[in-house]
């Protein structure tokens, strides 16, 4: 990958899995092919929406490897590092290359809260291992680890940092990573609800999730930004948005994994200690489905 491919839409894919609890790479070949028709523009794997932390290191490391056969050369696959111990991170940082990992997307240490010294400690030290480019994972509501502006403009100097997931929520981040930083870094949205709004900041892509249901409005919504038709993104992102809502909150796995199963492109099976929605929950996410299905716009 060149600083070039960091742009557009990257789906943050969910894994699938069988009744058995074993990885279903039947379902997610096909799933792969209907983002690849959309025209996405990479996939990330192994994300927290992939469910990283209940995959053992050989079902990571066979997930990048099938991912990477089935996607050809076609878009760029960006793999998850989302490990607890620094050895663990560079070990699996080895076999994703081997395997044909064509990028990462690295997180903090895992439950480990690591202070501002061995954050970017962890970065330098997975960066200078890989020989692939990286983007950085910035989601401190979920990992409780904040990367600051400041941060980013200290990671600058790391030439293999190519790109910034930033999913603190906050949108103030854009323009202030952008101040300090300039263009040095390809700026992707990572919360599906503030997507527009990240794009009207300047953001050159959006690590999506509600993308794994509806691939064709979260390329054509980015499209429409990138074109500057504001009006027409913002129709578009207004009926999308109680869909992008799903992308929040506890149990956003289990509301997009279910989405995806009403729209039967998936299935609603996810890995312990993760639980399948309760009855209530589930109700309201099939309600947000229906209703946003009854005013689907045709694009």
């Known amino acids: 990958m060149n ?13 699938k899995f069988t009744e058995a609890d074993d990885l ?10 209907f983002q690849l028709e959309a025209g996405v523009h990479g996939v990330i794997l192994l994300g927290s929406l992939g469910e990283n932390p209940a995959l053992d290191m050989s079902e990571k490391v066979e997930m990048v490897r099938f991912f990477a056969d089935q996607v ?11 490990e607890s111990g620094t050895r663990r991170a560079l070990s699996f940082v080895t076999q994703a290359e081997q395997a044909g990992a064509d990028g990462f997307m690295v997180l903090p240490p895992m439950r480990y809260a690591s202070d501002r010294e061995e954050t970017l400690a962890w970065f ?6 890989a020989s692939r480019p990286v ?23 790391i030439e293999s940092i190519h790109a910034i997931k930033e999913s603190s929520s906050d949108t103030r981040r854009m323009a202030d990573i952008r101040r300090l930083t300039g263009e040095r870094f ?3 949205c990572g919360v ?5 709004e990240c794009f009207a900041l300047g953001a050159d892509g959006w690590v999506a999730g509600l993308v794994v249901a509806f691939p064709q409005e979260t390329v054509r919504l980015f499209e429409l930004c990138a074109l500057k038709r504001w009006d027409e993104a913002r129709s578009l992102y207004e009926w999308f948005l109680p869909l992008l809502h799903l992308d929040v909150g506890y149990k956003y796995v289990q509301q997009i994994t279910l989405v995806e199963e009403l729209h039967g492109v998936g299935s609603a099976r996810v890995r312990a200690p993760r639980l399948s929605l309760n009855e209530r929950e589930a ?9 946003a299905m009854e005013s689907r716009p045709k694009l």
């Open 135 to 157: 983007m950085v994972y910035n989601n401190p509501i979920a990992y409780g680890t904040d990367l600051l502006p400041e941060d980013f403009a200290e990671l600058a100097e």
């Open 124 to 129: 330098r030290t997975i960066c200078a291992h």
């Open 192 to 196: 599906d609800d503030i997507a527009f």
């Open 24 to 33: 279903d790479f039947d379902a997610m070949a096909r799933h792969l092919e």
């Open 186 to 188: 390809a700026l992707f």
């Open 283 to 291: 109700r309201e996410v099939e309600r947000v489905y229906r209703t």
């Open 72 to 82: 050809g050369g076609r878009v760029p696959v960006v793999a998850c590092v989302a």
């Open 3 to 15: 600083k070039n491919d960091w742009k557009g839409v990257f789906p943050a894919l969910t894994t």
